[in-house]
């Protein structure tokens, strides 16, 4: 199977994952301590997958850079998960108000800084120019899907037509379109 179709598949599997906390948050379908669970699966499950996955599609020839990026990005995602699980606790048991509702809000959103700071680092450091041009394109293809995606929603919500588009969701679209686009990306250099 050669390579690009490769990474179209893990794409594609990374997609369907991705859409999981998507469905989570839209449908609803569990509450409480089972929310918690089925987060945390998820993390667990998606953590996985695209650790394995991308050492696999590398041939198991992951450099230092990617090493350190990596490491980042985990402590970032776990400090994202505790801070969202915290936050939402929070607000279920708690009556918050004032300076301390606006720190427990804006919490789970200080480890995603982390997250584009690891990516930032990892653009920095990467020395291979073919690796660092093709996570660019694919942040700019990531950047082009987001503004596509909030403007038309955003227009069809100032016209009542759909509810005002949920912004938490904007770095994980970022994030699906940067992931999903690479494979076409490398495709058009082999």
């Known amino acids: 199977m050669p390579t690009w179709t490769k990474w179209a598949l893990f794409a594609a599997g990374a997609v369907a994952l991705a859409a999981i906390p998507f469905w989570l948050?839209?449908?609803?379908?569990?509450?409480?301590?089972?929310?918690?669970?089925?987060?945390?699966?998820?993390?667990?499950?998606?953590?996985?997958?695209?650790?394995?996955?991308?050492?696999?599609?590398?041939?198991?020839?992951?450099?230092?850079?990617?090493?350190?990026?990596?490491?980042?990005l985990v402590v970032s995602m776990l400090a994202y998960t505790a801070a969202l699980l915290g936050s939402l606790s929070l607000f279920r048991g708690a009556h918050l108000d004032g300076p301390l509702l606006w720190i427990v809000?804006?919490?789970?959103a200080v480890p995603i800084?982390?997250?584009?700071?690891?990516?930032?680092?990892y653009l920095k450091e990467e020395p291979d120019e073919f690796e660092r041009r093709i996570h660019v394109e694919a942040m700019l293809w990531g950047l082009g899907a987001v503004l596509a995606v909030t403007t038309v929603w955003g227009f069809l919500s100032n016209a009542n037509v759909v509810p005002a588009p949920p912004l938490f969701l904007v770095f994980p679209l970022f994030c699906l379109a940067w992931g999903f686009s690479q494979p076409f990306i490398r495709r058009r250099y082999q």
């Open 25 to 72: 948050q839209l449908a609803r379908p569990f509450s409480g301590p089972a929310m918690v669970i089925a987060i945390l699966a998820w993390v667990a499950v998606y953590t996985a997958y695209m650790f394995v996955g991308t050492a696999r599609l590398k041939g198991g020839k992951i450099g230092p850079v990617m090493k350190r990026y990596r490491r980042r």
């Open 105 to 108: 809000a804006a919490a789970p």
């Open 113 to 121: 800084l982390g997250v584009l700071l690891a990516m930032g680092l």
